[in-house]
């Protein structure tokens, strides 16, 4: 066991805050058959969402009581200190299975070995930013995480990018990490899906966990496509249970593409517990086996997808998991005229925002469309 009191500053190789605990040591009855631990490094890690989502984790909500975890967390030199005050916090919740907390501001540090890269940092929009500004101050970052992972994280990390525009973020991300299988990343858009089955609850007069089937398709931007077309409500289509069409198309709509912008509106900030809580679902997602008939949405490579989305592109789907991490794409939605025009809407969008992040991904010929409408969402006040 090494153990260095938090609050001083040392010379450890992830910085000031090191607790190392191997259960193999431990005689304890309940620690006997627990898993090999798992690492998880986390970016923005002195941030909101992660203020949220690590507690989660270190709790074992997310992995289950009988899987010890490392927690790696990645600061820049402004929140380094702050990192140790998340760290002390961490310490102080005596949590059985928290069998690591490392901290540090290097991604070739913090990312070594990691079995799970959950990619939350991102500069929040300023006021009167660009798309095209945004996309290049954040793909720049990603960039150079993705080369980290490329060197030092384990072959089989799974990636989770939350960090906005997250689904370039994470094509760049994943360009700069070609030792990764690119089915390896992911871009949130577990949160849009969790905000579409609330309102579909409150619209049907039901209780959440009854909506199943609902799928984002494309961009987490204002031009996400959250389909109630496949979407169940008590097993039933959910067109049958909400039959109001207008409803569907113009309310729900364009209130789950933008329903970001509005929390921001409201807070000042992004959404932080919300999108923490999206991130432990996104990961339970991939490592318990999906319901029967069942999906969940995530933003994932479009290599060889079944709808005719170009390839190339972190688009979101239908997805499901047999709990081993991995995720297959399900086949056979209904796309009627309806989703087939929007979904090509976000398509384009991301087509136009790879082209204009190519020189971040090793890409020479990419045509930057100036003129795209922007649909990002609003970003931080
Ligand atoms: C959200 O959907 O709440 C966030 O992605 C918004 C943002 O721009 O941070």
């Not at 270190?58 to 010890?68: H, I, L, M, N, Y």
């Not at 993705?146 to 991300?173: D, F, S, Y």
């Not at 249970?241 to 329903?259: G, K, S, Y």
Request: glycine letters at 10%; one cysteine or more; hydrophobic letters at 40%.
């Amino acid at each position: 066991m090494r153990n260095t009191p938090a609050g001083s500053v040392t010379n450890a190789p992830l910085g000031v805050f090191v607790l190392e605990y191997d259960a193999k040591n431990e005689d304890l009855e309940k620690t006997k058959n627990w898993k090999p631990i798992v690492k998880i490094a986390v970016s923005g890690a002195a941030g909101q969402i992660s203020n949220h989502l690590l507690f989660k984790i270190a709790s074992g909500e997310v992995f289950g009581k009988d899987q010890p975890v490392a927690l790696r967390l990645l600061g820049s030199e402004r929140s380094q200190v702050a990192l140790e005050g998340v760290a002390m916090e961490l310490e102080d919740c005596l949590f059985p299975l928290l069998r690591e907390v490392d901290i540090g501001i290097d991604a070739r540090k913090v990312f070594a070995d990691a079995d799970w890269a959950l990619l939350i940092g991102a500069k929040p929009r300023g006021p009167g930013m660009e798309r095209g500004d945004l996309l290049e101050m954040n793909g720049g970052i990603f960039a150079e995480q993705g080369k980290a992972l490329n060197e030092v994280a384990k072959k089989t990390c799974k990636v989770m990018v939350v960090g906005n525009p997250c689904n370039t973020n994470a094509l760049i991300c994943m360009a700069n990490a070609p030792s990764l299988d690119k089915r390896n990343f992911h871009a949130l858009t577990r949160l849009d899906e969790n905000r579409a089955k609330c309102q579909l609850a409150l619209k049907a007069g039901v209780f959440y966990e009854t909506v199943s089937n609902v799928t984002i398709w494309g961009n987490h931007s204002t031009t996400q496509v959250p389909d109630f077309v496949n979407a169940k409500i008590g097993g039933e289509i959910c067109t049958d249970v909400i039959e109001d069409r207008e409803w569907l198309e113009n309310d729900f709509t364009p209130a789950i593409q933008t329903r970001g912008g509005l929390l921001i509106k409201k807070w000042g900030r992004s959404s932080a517990a919300s999108t923490a809580v999206s991130i432990a679902d996104a990961m339970k997602a991939l490592v318990t086996p999906t319901k029967e008939g069942d999906w969940f949405s995530s933003a994932v490579i479009t290599d060889g997808n079944p709808y005719g989305i170009e390839e190339g592109l972190v688009f979101s789907m239908p997805c499901r998991s047999k709990g081993d991490g991995s995720y297959e794409i399900v086949e056979g939605l209904k796309i009627n005229d309806w989703l087939r025009e929007r979904i090509k809407k976000s398509e384009e969008e991301l087509s136009g925002e790879k082209g204009c992040v190519g020189h971040l991904m090793g890409i020479t010929d990419g045509v930057c469309a100036a003129d795209l409408e922007d649909t990002l969402l609003p970003g931080e006040m």
